[in-house]
């Protein structure tokens, strides 16, 4: 990085530091906290959107869709998280080579379980054998965001059912009243204002939410924990850097990461709130509209 | 191949270690369905271990957090509410890795605590085990999170039972003992009987995080994690620990309801609070 870096064990302190945090492995670490914010960034809107499907299930008349949404709902709550974090990706990926098997190699004659090992014929592995390292690195992360997205999802469920149903009646009916249908009033009268009882529920998923993404260290991949244990174990005068066991360092930063995230989502949670409680009949809709009185 | 009764005689308490049942754990081909049920179900030791030890101390400690945190004395409430903070806004898993690899720094021969004329010596060796320093970690975890909601039950105290409790002159312990107390616990319960649940569930990260498991001596999760990795099928082990946790989860809430009972007992029954399962597993 600096061009003063080229032999580090004569530098002074401040000089070495420089030279170390800005090496190679070092940014590999930094784009690890990057994965964690796409991580962020790509699993709440999935998990969004898999909890508004499965809230309005929850919702339908129709029993089969209903009995769906419940289902779904409480299995997710009801086992512990961590064990789907780890079955879904695992058995997700052996779903999808045991119908890809079947599609490519119809005339496969053994069994695919033998023992203990899983075997599908060669066309039907997911990703492609000898594919490039990026294809399986996104693979991996596409398989923790289904994870994620489904254990969450179900948790959003819940909350955005409960909201709708928070919703104050006599909007509903004043809606029928005006001849609306069903569908017509849930979209223009019950979405737009059930986002303020949601909101509270879904900052709580929020945290958890961000609480999680360690987890994917579980899941094999190179995150901010591995980095974190790879930089900071010792490293004998072998290395470039020599140093002592550093890792409580290292995790006292990602503790610091983790604080300030939860910290940063607690206050734009709130200013969220506040904008979302503007013209609504609660009492904080309603301390606004006096204080602009 | 070993007979059902075979495993069960090898592996339910293979988890205390290798002297208390079959030195090594069933391999590859050798896994039978009893194995992998009774491997499993002698883990649930540990998880009962650790949930049970960190409720029992958590328990105490959060009710002084809580305390500190509501009082009016910022020597206590400001540290109260940043050990509160730092707990409930960081990963669990995180917490595990940090303490572990602060607690092997630690001199293994020990630290010397002068105190005059004796010198203490407090063993450091054992903090590295997940039994002592995983416990610790959890303990303090649970402190910070039984501590929010007792805090927010101390601040929905009526303020008729305080005044009343002032009006025949008790003093502030005796207040705090007859009156402050019952009340924050019974407003607390239900969802301290969720924390419960969550501090359970959680357990499962200890040997997956940094704290090793010696001996191959896990709880239940690690040994399902094991068959997983070793059969490489997950339909097996992981329903199975998932109808054990349930199982756990439902003596939990057996217990938890009955204190309930004995706490709500004073109230006419439309006033009782009743105890909803409310799970949000991840800390």
């Known amino acids: 990085m600096f061009s003063f870096c080229t032999d580090p064990s004569v530098l002074p302190d401040w000089q070495w530091f420089a030279c170390y945090f800005t090496n190679a492995t070092h940014f590999q670490f930094y784009r690890a906290f990057g994965v964690v914010i796409v991580l962020l960034a790509v699993t709440a809107p999935v998990a969004l959107a898999v909890g508004m499907l499965g809230a309005m299930a929850l919702r339908s008349r129709i029993w089969p869709l209903n009995w769906l949404g419940k289902g779904y709902v409480n299995i997710v709550r009801g086992v512990p998280d961590l064990v789907f974090f780890l079955f879904v990706p695992i058995a997700l990926g052996q779903g999808i080579e045991w119908v890809m098997h079947h599609i490519q190699c119809p005339d496969w004659d053994q069994p695919i379980r033998q023992g203990n090992d899983f075997i599908v014929c060669r066309d039907a592995k997911v990703p492609p054998l000898n594919s490039a390292r990026w294809v399986y690195d996104l693979y991996a992360f596409a398989m923790a965001v289904t994870a994620f997205a489904l254990v969450f999802g179900a948790f959003v469920a819940n909350t955005l059912h409960g909201a709708m149903q928070a919703v104050p009646k006599a909007q509903v009916e004043a809606a029928e009243a005006y001849g609306m249908t069903r569908a017509q009033a849930f979209r223009r009268i019950v979405l737009p204002q059930m986002w303020v009882y949601a909101i509270p529920g879904l900052s709580n998923i929020w945290q958890i939410l961000v609480k999680a993404t360690p987890l994917l260290f579980l899941l094999g991949i190179q995150d901010i924990v591995y980095w974190a244990r790879e930089l900071g174990g010792q490293k004998t005068s072998l290395f470039t850097y020599p140093h002592d066991d550093w890792r409580m360092w290292y995790f006292l930063a990602l503790l610091c990461f983790y604080l300030f995230l939860t910290w940063v989502s607690e206050f734009a949670f709130g200013r969220l709130n506040e904008r979302l409680s503007r013209g609504q009949a609660t009492a904080a809709g309603e301390r606004q509209r006096k204080a602009a009185a | ?283």
């Open chain 2, 1 to 283: 191949m070993r007979t059902c009764l075979e495993s069960f005689e090898g592996y339910i308490l293979r988890a205390l270690g290798r002297d208390f049942g079959e030195r090594l754990l069933p391999r590859n081909l050798d896994i039978t369905l009893c194995d992998q049920m009774f491997l499993i179900a002698s883990g649930l030791i540990w998880n009962v271990y650790f949930a049970g030890v960190a409720i029992l101390f958590g328990f105490f400690l959060a009710i002084g957090m809580a305390v500190a945190k509501f009082s009016q004395n910022k020597w206590l409430n400001i540290p109260a509410s940043v050990f509160i903070f730092v707990f409930r806004g960081s990963p669990l898993f995180i917490q595990f890795f940090f303490f572990y690899s602060a607690f092997v720094l630690l001199p293994r021969s020990g630290i010397d605590i002068p105190l005059g004329f004796v010198t203490l010596t407090l063993d450091t060796s054992a903090l590295t085990t997940a039994q002592v320093g995983g416990l610790i970690v959890l303990i303090l975890n649970t402190t910070a999170y039984s501590a929010e909601l007792f805090h927010g039950a101390l601040r929905s105290i009526p303020k008729g039972d305080l005044e009343a409790a002032d009006a025949y002159g008790m003093n502030a312990l005796t207040k705090f003992r007859r009156v402050v107390f019952p009340s924050m616990l019974r407003l607390a319960w239900p969802s301290y009987t969720n924390e419960a649940i969550f501090l359970t569930h959680s357990t499962t990260l200890v040997f997956l995080s940094a704290f090793p498991a010696r001996q191959q001596s896990g709880e239940a999760f690690y040994y399902a994690r094991y068959f997983v990795d070793q059969t490489f099928n997950p339909f097996v082990a992981y329903p199975i620990v998932a109808a054990y946790f349930i199982l756990l989860t439902l003596a939990i809430i057996g217990l938890y309801g009955l204190v309930n009972r004995r706490l709500n007992r004073h109230l006419p029954k439309e006033r009782r609070q009743r105890i909803r399962f409310r799970p949000q597993y991840i800390r």
